[in-house]
């Protein structure tokens, strides 16, 4: 019984202590986002705390570790909800020893003073993160949950800068003062919350945190992910929101919503929001309609739709279930489905092999067009991504008034990060300008994945996975597209077609919009050129399905020279760039040569499909293309090959 007397008395001298503290305390009210907050000194150190209208009947309160008043979002959303909000400053303690003690002493003084809830939600913003973990660790019974935003989890990767990040010298001095450790004694230091978070998890706190993907200063792989995994062995949970393309500021999310949620579902559910609908993060913008090929599919039973694009269009997963979705819908239609992707290709390819992948086939009812990614990732010019896909939808409207086009625009980390930046990517940007003119529905799932991460529905890293989605991935595509056309299908359909007309001018005078492909033979050979009829690589390097086994001509050394004669605006030659391909240099019509480098930056590794675009602004006419090898070389190329597969023209004049 002596132990809990002794401690019955240290309870009633500590309850008597800060009561008595209390009285001597100072309070100014001032103004915090239009609440009432009182500043004072508490132990010598400055002190917040901000009251809510009217407190939630749990009296749940966030504690800020640092920065007071720092992208706030979070804590003005929670105080709309009746939490309070609380900070004492102790930036000179860096969140050590001496800080938890403090923390300790502040935490018991507004248990007694303002009768907030046993637990706290823990707020840590950078190296606010020492601050919450070393507390925590220490008083886990005492905490709700962590909120944590690209939080310092080890020492030596910031201040120490001793992995990817700077590092900043003058702080990593006072730290290691701070925690009375040196340069050697930091490597065995255990106190830090990479290691001593495993205390939270075992006591099963959740946690989420806030990163940036490309945070210089606390690089989330030496901080965020090591945490993680500590923390999920020890069985604890711990969500991820990761901002692509993010560093270190700004911190928080613009929209706190998945973190209050997070805050919310473990402290006070009955105070959260109702759920968004499934669909309220699609970004689908329904110009004119796809009705056209709905009363096709009705009425004549048969249906032609055909898929052009790239990779994502080539491989297997949302491509596959729209075709099992169209034959469900239309069970007695008979489906001819085209699959016209090529991996490596955006919208100029498109444009020039729209003809022989998909007009070639018949009359086309419903066309699937996507090249946002490789438009971007290939470095193509604004001007040429417009070009191209105004060339697509110009040339397919076309041939035949009565098709119905839908343009996808799919995900990459550049695209999250331009959103995350506020700003919508370029080739996005071009590509709408089309899908407007022409009445084009269009759905970007660049905006609605980044949207939907952000909101902590899932990640990039586990379940989306690459710009080749996961099956993850490629469902959500797949429901996105089936509530297109569930949304559009909602009514009875028009008893007839709507012809749709094209405008009376472009939107560029130099869209290919009459781009095709020329046949190779149409070359007149000088020399160092041959035809091979069966091309296979001699290297053993990755090929394109396609793009081996395929005639095309080949030049091998230097000063090969060629002619094409050609009626055009634009020419073009399709190649397959593989580790060997050297630079060309071309001249139309006996003026200067210029040069063009054929290697990309995937070359060392596949021979891949490529357009090479020399001239698109030509005066409408004949013209005469010399071509031939030039002796100088990409030094990361191993050669001077140039193998072409087909001669790209645009012949359209307005």
Not at 600 to 623: F, R, V, Y
């Amino acid at each position: 019984m002596q132990p809990a007397y002794h401690q019955h008395i240290k309870s009633i001298f500590l309850s008597l202590f800060i009561i008595a503290f209390s009285l001597t305390i100072k309070a100014q009210e001032t103004n915090y986002h239009g609440f009432k907050c009182l500043d004072f000194k508490f132990e010598g150190q400055d002190a917040k705390i901000v009251f809510p209208e009217k407190a939630d009947a749990g009296r749940h309160w966030i504690w800020r570790a640092r920065f007071w008043g720092h992208e706030p979002q979070t804590e003005i959303a929670l105080l709309k909800k009746g939490f309070h909000v609380v900070y004492i400053d102790a930036a000179e303690y860096c969140g050590n020893q001496e800080a938890v003690n403090l923390w300790n002493h502040f935490y018991d003084y507004l248990i007694s003073q303002y009768q907030l809830n046993p637990k706290a939600v823990l707020e840590g913003f950078s190296r606010g993160g020492l601050y919450v973990y070393n507390w925590g660790s220490e008083n886990v019974t005492k905490v709700a949950c962590i909120y944590a935003d690209a939080p310092v989890c080890d020492l030596r990767s910031w201040p120490g800068g001793k992995g990817k990040g700077a590092g900043s010298p003058d702080d990593w001095k006072a730290h290691l003062k701070a925690y009375n450790l040196t340069e050697l004694t930091v490597n065995k230091f255990k106190e830090m919350p990479i290691y001593n978070a495993v205390k939270l998890a075992e006591a099963r706190v959740p946690v989420i945190h806030v990163c940036g993907a490309k945070d210089e200063a606390v690089p989330i792989e030496e901080n965020t992910y090591v945490l993680e995994k500590t923390y999920k062995e020890a069985g604890g949970e711990i969500q991820i929101i990761v901002k692509e393309g993010g560093g270190h500021h700004p911190h928080s999310l613009k929209d706190p919503y998945p973190i209050v949620r997070f805050i919310l579902s473990h402290t006070a559910p009955e105070l959260q929001d109702l759920p968004s609908p499934p669909n309220s993060k699609m970004v689908i913008s329904f110009r004119g309609t796809i009705d056209n090929c709905r009363i096709k599919f009705d009425h004549e039973k048969k249906g032609r739709v055909a898929f052009l694009g790239g990779s994502i269009t080539f491989n297997s997963g949302w491509r596959d279930s729209i075709c099992n979705y169209l034959q469900q819908k239309f069970p007695e239609t008979d489906f001819e489905f085209i699959n016209a992707g090529i991996p490596s290709t955006g919208s100029t390819p498109g444009a020039m092999r729209l003809v022989r992948d998909v007009l070639s086939k018949g009359m086309i009812d419903l066309l699937f067009e996507e090249a946002a990614v490789n438009d971007a990732t290939n470095g193509i010019s604004p001007k040429m991504q417009l070009r191209g896909m105004e060339g697509i939808v110009y040339h397919a409207i076309k041939s035949n008034p009565n098709m119905d086009i839908v343009m996808l625009h799919f995900v990459d980390q550049d695209k999250m990060a331009d959103y995350n930046r506020g700003k919508t990517p370029e080739v996005i940007e071009q590509h709408e300008k089309v899908a407007e003119y022409y009445a084009i529905p269009s759905i970007d799932f660049a905006k609605e994945v980044n949207d939907r991460i952000l909101n902590g529905e899932f990640s990039w890293r586990d379940d989306f996975k690459d710009l080749h989605p996961s099956p993850f991935g490629q469902a959500i595509y797949f429901r996105t597209i089936k509530h297109f056309f569930d949304t559009s299908w909602k009514n009875p359909a028009p008893m007839e077609q709507n012809p749709k007309k094209l405008p009376g001018k472009t939107l560029d005078t130099n869209s290919y919009v009459n781009g095709h492909f020329e046949p190779i033979k149409n070359a007149k050979l000088k020399s160092g050129w041959k035809l091979i009829r069966n091309w296979i690589p001699e290297d053993k390097v990755s090929t394109r399905e396609g793009f081996v086994n395929v005639p095309v001509l080949e030049a091998l050394q230097p000063g090969a020279t060629l002619k094409l004669k050609f009626s055009g605006t634009a020419i073009g030659l399709f190649v397959t760039s593989g580790p060997d391909s050297g630079m060309l240099e071309y001249s139309i019509d006996g003026a200067a040569f210029n040069t063009s480098d054929q290697f990309t930056q995937w070359s060392q590794q596949l021979h891949l499909p490529w357009l090479i675009m020399l001239e698109d602004e030509l005066l409408a006419g004949k013209h005469t293309l010399q071509l031939r090898v030039s002796a100088t070389k990409n030094q990361r190329s191993k050669g001077f090959a140039c193998r072409i597969h087909q001669f790209a023209v645009n012949n359209y004049n307005q």
